[in-house]
């Protein structure tokens, strides 16, 4: 009988397809591979998932949860560490994952489930941002800025996750200039004399 921790077959076949997928790509990795790696039967893996790409869409269903509620991180009147906190947090959801990460960025090109499902994490990312800095920053901000400073900090954390997949992402501050320079960008500015 099997230890009440053991993950189900259908984990381990998840989990199996995740690795060989990251590892060699959707299209180099036969389910007889991902059945071996499991440890379970090829049929089971057909069983769970009818085509191959059905595991791709599973995966992609498994990515973690990137919605974070702007009270729990944001700090009235300060932009640069409102937005310091929400990278922070990102990163850190992003390095649960990054092995899936990978994969779905590698197989972008070629499939279109998840190019679609990083368009959406994208869109998603860009209106967390643009929440973040209208809970932290001054009224007097114009929304055209918001949505720029929005949409420039979602590029950025973007290619930061879609490089991070080569490891040495660099220094843990890698984004503090970009950051400040967003938070000073959407400051108030004195008035002429």
Not at 71 to 87: M, T
């Amino acid at each position: 009988m099997a230890e009440k921790n053991e993950p189900s077959a259908k984990e381990r076949i998840l989990a199996a397809a995740e690795e060989l997928f990251a590892e060699s790509g959707f299209d180099a990795t036969p389910t007889s591979r991902i059945a071996e790696r499991a440890e379970v039967p090829k049929g089971l893996v057909h069983y769970y998932f009818r085509r191959k790409a059905d595991l791709l869409t599973a995966l992609i269903k498994r990515l973690p949860d990137e919605q974070i509620d702007p009270a729990s991180i944001v700090v009235p009147g300060d932009i640069a560490e409102s937005l310091r906190r929400l990278v922070s947090e990102l990163d850190d959801r992003l390095a649960r994952s990054r092995m899936l990460s990978h994969l779905l960025w590698r197989e972008a090109d070629t499939h279109r489930a998840v190019r679609d499902a990083l368009n959406n994490r994208f869109q998603r990312l860009v209106r967390q941002v643009r929440a973040v800095i209208l809970a932290a920053g001054d009224s007097g901000v114009t929304v055209e800025d918001v949505d720029s400073a929005a949409g420039l900090l979602a590029l950025a954390m973007s290619y930061r996750h879609s490089v991070a997949r080569h490891g040495g992402g660099g220094p843990p501050d890698l984004m503090e200039r970009e950051l400040n320079f967003i938070a000073d960008a959407l400051s108030p500015r004195p008035a002429a004399t």
